[in-house]
């Protein structure tokens, strides 16, 4: 099991910048991908941006794309979402998940991740 804790998140004005960052820990040896995910209030948790980690490949919701990057740390077992141009929109629980066995094409599936955070919100608000 790997444990993960989220920490970055705030508030934060249309057009501001916020950058979130998910430390894992445990048996991170098994990582294959990690993600970030995000749940709006009334909505279903969404896919965001993930990290396949041998080869730091990166995957986007189109909506976010040119406004956020996901970028690892392979040796700190960290990963990082910087979120630029932050919209009303983007408004949430952002949830860092991982998982030693997911397949690339269930990299947006949060059903497919076996480890989460516990969330940190990122307000965006005029």
């Known amino acids: 099991q790997v444990q993960l804790v989220e920490s970055g998140g705030g508030s934060v004005q249309p057009g501001g910048s916020l950058r979130l960052s998910c430390q894992a820990s445990?048996?991170?040896?098994?990582?294959?991908?990690m993600g970030w995910f995000r749940q709006a209030p009334g909505k279903e948790r969404e896919f965001v941006a993930a990290v396949w980690w041998g080869s730091g490949s990166t995957y986007y919701r189109d909506s976010v794309k040119g406004r956020f990057t996901i970028s690892r740390d392979k040796p700190k077992n960290t990963v990082f979402l910087q979120m630029n141009s932050l919209r009303f929109e983007d408004t949430g629980v952002y949830y860092c998940?991982?998982?030693?066995?997911?397949?690339?094409?269930?990299?947006?599936?949060?059903?497919?991740?076996?480890?989460w955070g516990q969330g940190t919100q990122v307000t965006v608000a005029s």
């Open positions: 998940a991982s998982d030693p066995s997911i397949i690339l094409s269930s990299i947006a599936d949060a059903r497919q991740y076996d480890d």
């Open positions: 445990g048996r991170t040896f098994r990582t294959r991908s």
